[in-house]
C-alpha cells in the first residue's frame, strides 16, 4: 500500500454563516498526482488552504504523514513538508532569482553575511534538475509568469516540499510553457512528491492524474482513479448534468439594425473593417492570436484609438474614441481580462456594480444609496450572481462569479449592444453554461451581441453568423447555416490562415498556441 503522504479527515468550514465545504476528506499518496476539479466555488481553493494550514477548519483534522496538523499556520505546514503554489503568484519582482529562491534561508558565509555566491550556484544545481535554463542572476520582473511559477514550484521542493498543491498552475501560462510545466510535475512525481492539482481542464486531468477527486457545491461528488472513470463521469461530478444542457437554443434575431461600422480604421492595422449586426443577433469574431478580434472590439466601444471610419447605434451616430458616448448610445464592453481590465477586486459587488452608471445614482453630488442597493442587486439578481451579498469584495468571488459582475454591472441601465471579448476564459463548465444562458436571453430580448472567442465550439454554437479575422480586417462571413456544416473547422481554419479554401488541410496549421481551439482541444468543456 503506497505511503500516505497527506490525508484530509471530513473537513467543513463556513465562512459568514454559508457552508463552503461538507465534510470532504480525501488523501494524497507520495510520488501520485491527485487532481481536484469541480466548478468555481465548489470549494477547491478553500480545501487548498486547509491543507496548507491558511485557514482553519471549523470541523476535522489534517495529517502530514501521520502526523496532525496542530494549528491554522502556513509555517507550521511548511515544516511539515507541506508547500501551496497558489494561482496568484507573488514573488518580489525586483529581486533577484536566487534571492527569491532563498528568501528566509538564506545561506550565510562564516561572518554571517549573506553568502550570495553560494546562494547563486546552488540557484543554478535545483533549477538544472528541472531542465529549465534560468539565469540566477535574472530579476523576477524579466522572467515570464511560467518562468516564474517554476521558480516558486523549485523553491518550495528545495525546502523539503513532500506534499504540493498546486492551485490551477496552467490558468496564466502559455501552452508551450504548460508543456514544460508537465515535464517538472514528472520529475516531483519521480521524486515522490505527493501533489494535488486543482484544475478544470480535462486534458490536464488525462495529461497528470493518477486519481481525479470532485467536489460540488462544497460535497465530495467524486473520488476515483483516473482510469476508472471517463471524461463524461467527470464532467458530470462537476457540474450535477448532463453535456447536452451546455449551449442554450438560439432565437432568431430580428431585422432591424443595432450596429452599423463603416470603414472603421483602427490604429495600427492596414485595412478598414464593415460590418453590421442586427437587434438579437449574436455575431462570433473567430481568428487566430494577433488578428484583431479584441483591438477591433476596443476601437468599436472607444477604449483603443480609430484613424477613420464610422460608428452608429440603431441608426444614431457614435463619436469614435469616445468611451462616454459609446456609453450614452447603449454600447457596453465586458473586456477580456476581467482582472486587470474588468472588476475592481478590492471593491465590493455595490461599488463594481455601479462604476459605469455613476452619475444615475447620484444626486447633487450624493449617492442616491437606497436606489443604487435597488438597482444593482436586481441585476446581479438576473445573471444569477452567487455571493454572500452586495457588500462581499469581488477578489473573493469565483472567476465565474466575477465574470457575472463584469457582465450585470452594465444591466443596471439600457444596452444596445453588447462586446463580448473572451468571456468564459479562465470559467469553468459549470459556470460557462449559465453565462451562455445570459448571452442568448439577453439576445433573445433584443439586444446584439459580438462576441470575440478563441473558443471553438462557443463560435459553432452561439453564434448567429460568424466573422473570420485576419490581420485586423474580415476574412471571410459563416451563416448559421455554414456553422453547423461538417467541414466547418477547417474552412474557419482556412480564412484565419490566409490560405485558398481549397489547399490541403496538413498544411494548416492548428496548435492551440495560435489561439483558435477546435473542439478535441477543449475537452474540459465536454464537447
Not at 561572518?111 to 530579476?139: H, K, N, S, Y
Amino acid at each position: 500500500m503506497a505511503d500516505v503522504a497527506l490525508e484530509c479527515r471530513d473537513l467543513a468550514k463556513a465562512f459568514g454563516g454559508v457552508p463552503v465545504l461538507k465534510g470532504v476528506s480525501l488523501s494524497l499518496e507520495a510520488g501520485s498526482v491527485t487532481a481536484l476539479a469541480g466548478e468555481n466555488g465548489a470549494g477547491k481553493s478553500t480545501m487548498m488552504k486547509i491543507a496548507s494550514g491558511q485557514v482553519k477548519p471549523d470541523r476535522g483534522q489534517v495529517l502530514i504523514g501521520g502526523e496532525a496538523l496542530s494549528q491554522a499556520d502556513p509555517r507550521a505546514a511548511h515544516r511539515q513538508g507541506v508547500a501551496i503554489v497558489p494561482q496568484e503568484l507573488a514573488p518580489i519582482m525586483d529581486m533577484k532569482v536566487y534571492e527569491n529562491l532563498f528568501i528566509g534561508r538564506e545561506l550565510r558565509g562564516r561572518a554571517g553575511l549573506l553568502d550570495r555566491r553560494a546562494m547563486a550556484r546552488e540557484a543554478r544545481e535545483i533549477l538544472d534538475v528541472f531542465g529549465v535554463e534560468i539565469d540566477p542572476q535574472a530579476t523576477m520582473r524579466k522572467l515570464s509568469v511560467g518562468l516564474r511559477q517554476l521558480v516558486e514550484i523549485a523553491k518550495c521542493t528545495s525546502g523539503g516540499a513532500k506534499v504540493l498543491l498546486l492551485d490551477e498552475p496552467s490558468s496564466a501560462i502559455s501552452d508551450r510553457e504548460v508543456e514544460r510545466l508537465y515535464a517538472v510535475v514528472d520529475k516531483l512525481r519521480e521524486r515522490g512528491v505527493a501533489m494535488l492539482y486543482t484544475t478544470h481542464k480535462m486534458e490536464e486531468i488525462r495529461a497528470l492524474a493518477d486519481r481525479v477527486v470532485v467536489l460540488r457545491d462544497g460535497g465530495l461528488a467524486m473520488n476515483q482513479p483516473l482510469a476508472d472513470v471517463s471524461d463524461d463521469d467527470i464532467v458530470h461530478a462537476m457540474i450535477g448534468r448532463e453535456l447536452e444542457d451546455l449551449f442554450p437554443v438560439l432565437h432568431p434575431p430580428g431585422d432591424d439594425v443595432a450596429l452599423q461600422i463603416s470603414g472603421l480604421h483602427v490604429n495600427g492595422y492596414e485595412r478598414p473593417v464593415d460590418l453590421t449586426v442586427r437587434r438579437g443577433e449574436i455575431l462570433g469574431l473567430a481568428g487566430l492570436v494577433g488578428a484583431g478580434r479584441t483591438e477591433l472590439l476596443e476601437a468599436v466601444f472607444g477604449v483603443r484609438k480609430s484613424v477613420a471610419g464610422a460608428i452608429a447605434v440603431g441608426g444614431r451616430a457614435v463619436k469614435r474614441n469616445s468611451p462616454a458616448d459609446a456609453i450614452a448610445r447603449g454600447m457596453a464592453l465586458v473586456p477580456e481580462d476581467r482582472k486587470g481590465a474588468g472588476a475592481v477586486l478590492s471593491m465590493d459587488v455595490l461599488d463594481n456594480g455601479s462604476l459605469p452608471r455613476l452619475s444615475s445614482f447620484t444626486l447633487g453630488g450624493w449617492l442616491r444609496q437606497r436606489n443604487r442597493t435597488r438597482v444593482v442587486g436586481e441585476a446581479m439578481e438576473s445573471v444569477g450572481l452567487r455571493s454572500r451579498g452586495l457588500s462581499q469584495q469581488v477578489g473573493t468571488l469565483s472567476g465565474g462569479n466575477q465574470q457575472k459582475v463584469v457582465l450585470a454591472r452594465w444591466l443596471t441601465g439600457s444596452v444596445n449592444v453588447l462586446l463580448l471579448d473572451e468571456p468564459t476564459r479562465g470559467v469553468d463548465v459549470g459556470a460557462r453554461s449559465e453565462i451562455y444562458r445570459i448571452i442568448t436571453e439577453l439576445a433573445a430580448a433584443g439586444m446584439a451581441v459580438v462576441m470575440a472567442s478563441s473558443d471553438m465550439p462557443e463560435i459553432l454554437s452561439l453564434a448567429h453568423r460568424a466573422l473570420v479575422m485576419r490581420e485586423g480586417s474580415v476574412a471571410g462571413e459563416l451563416g448559421r447555416g455554414e456553422l453547423s456544416s461538417p467541414d466547418v473547422q477547417n474552412t474557419i481554419f482556412r480564412l484565419a490562415a490566409g490560405l485558398d479554401l481549397q489547399s490541403d488541410p496538413s498544411s494548416i496549421d492548428h496548435s492551440p498556441d495560435h489561439g483558435l481551439h477546435s473542439p478535441t482541444d477543449t475537452k474540459e468543456d465536454g464537447r
